[in-house]
Nanobody
């Protein structure tokens, strides 16, 4: 099994910054990519950012230039630095990791979610 633990959410004023972290543990043989999604109340879960094991990075248009995703392959962690936050960034943020387990099966796991609220 593979487990994810997220941290770093909270309340911040518009224009402020937050950093989210996600740590993967368990029967990990390899990680293909690590990503962040978010879900606002009453809306579907949307893609935010992804980083692959090879270093490919992509962002949703709504966060380009404001958010930065990074990973530490040795520690199996992924961070999301969020700057210039806007009220519309308010959502529950979920970490998603995909890869291969030590018994060579694929996995696609989600974190428990962390609340980010941008409000004055």
């Amino acid at each position: 099994q593979v487990q994810l633990v997220e941290s770093g959410g909270g309340l911040v004023q518009p224009g402020g910054s937050l950093r989210l972290s996600c740590a993967a543990s368990g029967s990990i043989f390899s990680i293909n990519h690590m990503a962040w999604y978010r879900q606002a109340p009453g809306k579907q879960r949307d893609f935010v950012a992804v980083i692959s094991s090879g270093g490919f990075i992509n962002y949703a248009d709504s966060v380009k230039g404001r958010f930065a995703i990074s990973s530490d392959n040795a520690k199996n962690t992924v961070d999301l630095q969020m700057n210039s936050l806007k009220p519309e960034d308010t959502a529950v943020y979920y970490c998603n990791v995909r890869g291969v387990t030590t018994i060579r099966t694929s996995y696609n796991v989600w974190g428990q979610g962390t609340q980010v609220t941008v409000s004055s």
